[in-house]
């Protein structure tokens, strides 16, 4: 089983949609979480990071379920821009690398 | 945020030459970097943790003796690929962190070995 699985997309959806993506990791002594996005051809940039109690920003909501070991991330009413690739990413502990998810790819349609 | 830079940002080399690139952290200073390699349509995989002033810990079917990695400052770590062959074509990107709860990414070096 990979450490860290996410839903394979990808999602097209049309401009103003709402959006979930769903990822579960296996190693129950994970400590931090975060969601990256990656253009293409480009270097991840930090989207936000999940803690225990849900947060928001804006536009987008990531919750983090320790029992099930499952993130979420939504997206709500969906513009062009937020085509990307979503990383799902998981941190043993502070000061340790990052394990990647796959990521799902998104485009959103005008 | 903080700012990672790496150099070059592309590069094209002959089979059985060496690529050094660099990872630098411009605004402070990392004990720990990390190296990662993405192929084209697949995530990023780690490499490598880079150690400042000491030896750098392999990922497991990551050859340490053609991926020689380097961290002789609070700032800089290497990367070279020896003896580069095409296989070896790929994005790499480094990341450092700031008391490194969340990881910075640099821009990354995309190879293309001939």
């Known amino acids: 089983r990979k450490e860290v699985e996410q839903d394979p997309g990808p999602f097209n959806v049309p401009e103003g949609a709402t959006v979930a993506f769903n990822c579960t990791y296996s190693?129950?002594?994970?400590?931090?979480f975060f969601w990256y996005r990656q253009d293409c051809r480009k270097e991840p940039k930090l989207l936000m990071s999940?803690?225990?109690s849900g947060n928001e920003d804006g536009r987008f909501t990531a919750q983090l379920n320790r029992a099930s070991q499952y993130i979420s991330l939504l997206i709500r009413d969906s513009k062009l821009s937020d085509s990307a690739t979503y990383l799902c990413v998981v941190a043993l502990r502070y000061g340790q690398n990052f394990v990647f998810g796959p990521g799902t790819r998104l485009s959103v349609l005008p | 945020g903080a700012v990672v830079s790496q150099h070059p940002s592309w590069v094209i080399c002959k089979s059985g030459t060496s690529v050094k690139i660099e990872c630098r952290s411009l605004d402070f200073q990392a004990t720990t970097m990390f190296w990662y390699r993405q192929f084209p349509k697949q995530s990023l995989m780690l490499m490598a943790t880079s150690n400042e002033g000491s030896k750098a810990t392999y990922e497991q079917g990551v050859e340490k003796d053609k991926f020689l990695i380097n961290h002789a400052s609070l700032t800089l770590s290497t990367l070279t690929v020896t003896s580069a062959h095409p296989e070896d074509s790929s994005f790499y990107i480094c990341s450092a962190g700031e008391g490194a709860y969340e990881q910075y990414f640099g821009p990354g070096t995309r190879l293309t070995v001939t």
């Open positions: 190693n129950s002594a994970s400590q931090s």
């Open positions: 999940v803690y225990s």
